[in-house]
């Protein structure tokens, strides 16, 4: 089993920044990628960012964040940050971290409990 803590939310102003951390522990394989979701309420959850292990690292933004949130991955420390900067009000949701696995059985999906950001105007 693979567990994820996620960390680093809370109460903004809009303009400000936030760090998210998530610490990834357990029985991981290979990690195939990282990645950040969100979801406000009433709405489905979305991707913010992403960053592809198999691909050389290679990162993909949620438009809504681009230019503004920044993902990156410290492999040694099996940690995934997100960088938030010029915070929104819409930005406002339940931040997950999320990790996909390759492992001798397929691709296996985790999820942390998530971590939640408010941003007032």
């Known amino acids: 089993q693979v567990q994820l803590v996620e960390s680093g939310g809370g109460l903004v102003q809009a303009g400000e920044s936030l760090r998210l951390s998530c610490v990834a522990s357990g029985s991981i394989a290979s990690i195939d990628s990282m990645a950040w979701y969100r979801q406000a309420p009433g709405k489905q959850r979305e991707l913010v960012a992403i960053i592809i292990t198999t691909r050389g690292g290679t990162t993909n933004y949620g438009d809504s964040v681009k230019g503004r949130f920044t993902i990156s991955r410290d492999n040694a420390k099996n940690t995934v940050y997100l960088q938030m900067n010029s915070l929104k009000p819409e930005d406002t949701a339940t931040y997950y971290c999320?990790?996909?696995?390759?492992?001798?059985?397929?691709?296996?999906?985790?999820w942390g409990q998530g971590t939640q950001v408010v941003v007032s105007s």
């Open positions: 999320n990790l996909n696995d390759n492992t001798a059985r397929g691709l296996r999906i985790y």
